[in-house]
């Protein structure tokens, strides 16, 4: 599933692409792809059109698309011309945002495409082969300068936002007493950060997943935080991990930060610090990969 490098890639493509154009109309292809727009597809593709998008947000692996109702609308809202609607997107695990001329054939696996009033810009595509990922329609909360959706409102602010509260984290972090690995993924403590990045960001600080909290001392849960950051800041300028065709950015690139992967799909290969076969164990369905000697089990 994308986490927050990859997701945070589309979104840059989608502001340079979608900001401030107008929606001449939506099409809905599969329902499926808008199953959490409750009100069903007709009125998912009705609400849409005529809005005028504003630039695109995210919260760890959500991100969404303010929405001024009415073709007359800013790009940027002045006081009391505030969106009460945004269009948010979750990839799922093959979930893709293209922007399209309107010529390029359909994808095999199109399942919603929107269209701009200024259709030589290009086309907006939802593309999803396991139709895991959705597009919906949801209320803006009420005061929130970033327009967030009412459904996502539980979300933890991730480690590259400025807002981030270092302070609760390692407060609520430790009180848990959890794993470590457990509260690097719990999206109520800080979004964003998930299987493939949480492996890296532990092998960088030299911890074990299996670590409780409480045994963290304040300057190993500090340089944890650091190493996350730092993992996906280089993600980003990577353009995002891609292992196979399914994660793509708006132009339908993959990244290429897998080949910079210390730890993650390295199973049997030297540790880059000591040279140590990397071990992968199972972990909560999913799989865990380090280094023995560099993060000693508890």
């Known amino acids: 599933m ?3 490098p990859e997701v945070e890639v589309v979104r840059r493509g989608l502001e340079r692409w979608t900001t401030g154009r107008t929606v001449a109309r939506a099409q809905v292809y599969h329902p499926r792809a808008v199953r959490r727009h409750e009100a069903g597809a007709e009125n998912f593709a009705a609400r849409l059109r005529g809005c005028r998008t ?7 692996k959500y991100l969404w698309v303010p929405l001024l109702h009415g073709q007359d609308g800013p790009s940027h809202p002045a006081d009391g011309d505030q969106p009460t609607t945004a269009l948010l997107a979750h990839l799922g695990m093959s979930g893709q945002l293209l922007i ?4 390029t054939p359909d994808e095999k696996h199109l399942r919603v495409r929107v269209v701009f009033d200024d259709e030589g810009a290009g086309e907006l595509r939802f593309v999803d082969q396991r139709t895991f990922g959705g597009l919906s329609l949801h209320s803006t909360v009420v005061g929130d300068p970033e327009f967030l959706p009412a459904p996502i409102a539980h979300i933890a602010r991730d480690p ?3 807002l981030f509260d270092e302070e609760r984290w390692l407060s609520e972090m430790r009180r848990r007493g959890t794993t470590v690995k457990r509260a690097l993924l719990d999206q109520s403590l800080v979004s ?3 299987n493939i990045y949480a492996d890296e960001a532990l092998w960088r600080a030299r911890v074990h ?5 409480q045994s963290l001392a304040r300057a190993e849960a500090t ?9 996906m800041n280089a993600a980003l300028d ?7 065709s399914l994660y793509v950015n708006v132009n339908g690139q993959s990244g290429y930060f897998s080949r910079s992967l210390d730890a993650y799909g390295r199973e049997g290969e030297p540790c880059r610090r000591c040279g140590t076969p990397i071990v992968r164990r199972s972990w909560t369905n999913r799989s865990s990969y380090f280094c023995p000697v560099c993060q000693p089990a508890p």
């Open 2 to 4: 994308p986490e927050l």
């Open 54 to 60: 504003l630039p695109p947000r995210r919260r760890g």
């Open 100 to 103: 399209q001329p309107a010529a």
């Open 160 to 162: 590259l936002d400025p």
């Open 192 to 194: 964003g950060v998930g």
């Open 209 to 213: 997943f299996e670590r409780p909290t």
């Open 223 to 231: 340089a944890l935080l650091g190493a996350a950051r730092d993992v």
């Open 238 to 244: 990577a353009g995002g991990t891609s292992f196979d």
